[in-house]
């Protein structure tokens, strides 16, 4: 089972919005709308941003949305804010005996 | 609010068996209420699905490391373990703890809560 795709960086002045593509196959996020979205800030837990596609949590800011579009998985922060600056992953359920597949993980730089 | 602790040896050395416990704090880890899983991220790659285990004990394996994982639970302790054996310098990595919340009906798609992580090292 391959990671899902996800570019290396991506980066945005403050204000900005940008989008972070998670792209897999049909046997995964193109199959399920099962795609999560994971913030990661070094030593800390992994914060759950997006589930389901495009559901957020509880406490999330709204400035984060998520959309699918065929195997394409998506991520959007707008009114980009320094504290976004992180790591990010995608995740999805998996039709594979590996249940979960991940991203390979974006690094959102905020300029 | 469930939260959840990694522990165990920051260092392993080749050949030998990594082992690794997580403390769930705030909950029962025996309620049903949660499944529990295992998940790692080698440095500058993205994170691999380890395993996960049901309070029953029933678990799951990814089947790239089956032949090595054993996942555990203590319920007495409130903690789940992780075993992956015969170690070498490819399975250096930042290894997280994380549940997935389930019904009567369902378990959820998504993991959370998460552990903060902690680097384990494989070198002689």
């Known amino acids: 089972q391959s990671a899902l795709t996800q570019p290396a960086s991506v980066s945005g002045s403050p204000g900005q919005s940008i989008t972070i593509s998670c792209t897999g196959t049909?046997?995964?996020?193109?199959?399920?709308?099962?795609v999560s979205w994971y913030q990661h800030h070094p030593g800390k837990a992994p914060k759950l941003m997006i589930y389901d596609v495009s559901n957020r949590p509880s406490g999330v800011s709204n400035r984060f949305s998520g959309s699918k579009s065929g195997n394409t998985a998506s991520l959007t922060i707008s009114g980009l804010q320094a504290e976004d600056e992180a790591d990010y992953s995608c995740s999805s359920y998996t039709s594979s005996s590996t249940l979960f597949v991940f991203g390979t993980g974006t690094k959102v730089t905020v300029l | 609010q469930v939260q959840l602790q990694e522990s165990g040896p920051g260092l392993v050395k080749p050949s030998q068996t990594l082992s690794l416990t997580c403390t769930v704090s705030g909950g029962s880890i025996s309620s049903g209420s949660y499944y529990w899983s295992w998940i790692r991220q080698p440095a500058g790659r993205g994170l691999e699905w380890i395993g996960r285990i049901y309070t029953s004990g029933s678990t799951n394996y990814n089947p790239s490391l089956k032949s090595r994982v054993t996942i555990s639970v203590d319920t007495s302790k409130n903690q789940f373990s992780l075993k992956l054996s015969s170690v070498t310098a490819a399975d250096t990595a930042v290894y997280y703890c994380a549940g997935v919340y389930c019904t009567s009906i369902s378990c959820r798609r998504w993991f959370e809560p998460w552990g903060q992580g902690t680097l384990v090292t494989v070198s002689s």
């Open positions: 049909s046997s995964d996020v193109g199959g399920y709308n099962y």
